[in-house]
């Protein structure tokens, strides 16, 4: 598109403006930005420039959506010294003015192409018969008879000028609401029935009248806000619990309260509630959270402890079970022990702070009528060697012990005796766990 050059006209007092270093353009852009240069070149967009000048604004390259580079000048020092043209827009009222009372139509076309993207139009338009088209179509036909036009069909994506309605919807839709209540308001507002001298006797009079002030400022500032935490608390205890059926103010009072929810008036009537229907529910109730509460952690009952059970306290937190006592009795309340300790204090124990252990071995031997030979051992350490040695011992029996010490001497009591029955031994946890390892059957002990 070649045309005749511009012609700028500057102001008075402007100032030449140069840009001396060039802007850098990203490597990336160089080769487009260098090609799209020697393209404007070669239709004659630009000039090349080889001498200084005056003027001299910086070029930006912009890369496109698709791809390729828009050439882009920076003249905001050029536009603030330029004089500007002031054209007068013609308003509506002096438009419609000019046309008023004149009806035109286009002279010297006698056939014309009217080009839409609208397919089926076309053979409608098109159509010289009004009885071949539909009805709805026959008025449109009717205004275009005048007129001597062909219709062609042009896909959207080739038109120059895209449809304005279609593709450029309103941002918000026209709501009759608001004209409705401003038909209104005008309307109150202009049949006013008073004068306005009563009118201003009117507005002084609701300014000396301290509850009419009060309703405009509720009116302006909007109604108080009331934060009473006693009025949540009262409608929390007024609601009926799901253990009881019952609110517990009305297990309190006897009657439903007035809260500020609507009610009937013959909620509020005084009943007393059924006390042993409600207590039963609330048993009911414990109980079934107690089952699924045991249910689901695996709580259960500890057998209970007897006066002068031997037993080893840990309390909470602590991880070893540790100083041996024994139970002295037991406490009035439930699961509570007083315990003595070998060094004569007293202590107070919940079943589960005490774990049951067996009696020392003194106090079997005694009990048997056969003296006591071992001293007292103190409780095993958790984990050591010396402590699985001492049990081991303590679950053996007198004769086991008399044997393992001397054998010879009894081989030598036992020559002449029958030997005794072969006991089968029940496997325990741990001899099937051996007997897995070393690939033995159960053993049997004689």
């Known amino acids: 598109m070649k045309t005749d050059p511009v012609k700028i006209h500057l102001r008075d007092d402007a100032v030449p403006h140069a840009v001396h270093t060039a802007r850098r353009v990203p490597l990336p852009l160089l080769s487009k930005v260098q090609a799209e240069l020697q393209r404007m070149e070669e239709h004659g967009v630009i000039v090349k420039v080889t001498q200084p000048t005056e003027w001299c604004a910086p070029m930006v390259p912009v890369l496109k959506p698709s ?4 050439i882009c000048v920076g003249l905001q020092k050029l536009n603030e010294n330029l004089k500007r043209e002031t054209y007068q827009l013609p308003t509506t009222d002096e438009t419609l003015a000019k046309l008023a009372g004149s009806t035109k139509y286009l002279v010297g076309m006698d056939k014309f ?7 089926p139009l076309v053979p409608l338009i098109n159509s010289k018969d009004l009885d071949a088209v539909p009805v709805r179509c026959q008025r449109l036909l009717m205004r275009l008879m005048r007129f001597n036009a062909k219709a062609e069909y042009a896909p959207g994506k080739t038109l120059v000028i895209s449809d304005a309605l279609s593709r450029s919807p309103l941002k918000e839709s026209y709501s009759t609401t608001e004209a409705v209540i401003a038909s209104h308001v005008n309307a109150v507002t202009h049949s006013w029935p008073v004068s306005q001298s009563k009118l201003d006797r009117i507005r ?7 509850q009419l002030q009060h309703v405009r400022k509720l009116i302006r500032d909007g109604w108080p806000k009331r934060d009473d935490p006693l009025l949540a608390l009262m409608s929390y205890r007024a609601t009926p619990t799901t253990s009881t059926g019952v609110s517990p103010a009305e297990m309190l009072m006897g009657r439903k309260i007035r809260t500020t929810l609507p009610s009937l008036k013959k909620n509020l009537i005084p009943m007393q509630p059924n006390r042993d229907l409600i207590r039963r529910r609330d048993e009911e109730a414990k109980q079934q959270q107690a089952f699924y509460y045991n249910r689901r952690h695996g709580a259960r009952d500890l057998p209970p402890l007897h006066t002068g059970d031997h ?5 909470d937190g602590e991880k070893v079970w540790k100083g041996r006592a024994s139970v002295q009795q037991e406490c009035g309340t439930p699961r509570s022990y007083q315990v003595k300790s070998p060094g004569g204090g007293e202590m107070r124990r919940n079943r589960r702070h005490l774990q049951q252990v067996p009696p020392p071995m003194e106090e079997e031997n005694t009990d048997s009528g056969q003296p006591a030979t071992e001293p007292e051992q103190e409780a095993p350490q958790h984990g050591s060697d010396q402590g699985l040695e001492s049990s ?9 012990r008399e044997q393992r010490r001397d054998p010879e001497k009894q081989c030598a009591e036992n020559a002449g005796k029958q030997p005794p029955t072969a006991v089968r031994q029940v ?3 741990r001899m099937r766990a051996t007997s897995r390892g070393t690939g033995r059957g159960t053993s049997r002990q004689t």
């Open 67 to 70: 791809g390729a580079v828009r």
């Open 113 to 119: 192409r009217l080009i839409t993207d609208h397919k």
């Open 204 to 210: 002084t009079a609701t300014q000396e009248d301290p």
């Open 311 to 315: 037993v080893l306290s840990k309390l």
């Open 392 to 400: 081991k011992a303590k679950r053996e029996p007198p004769w086991r």
């Open 427 to 429: 496997p325990t946890k």
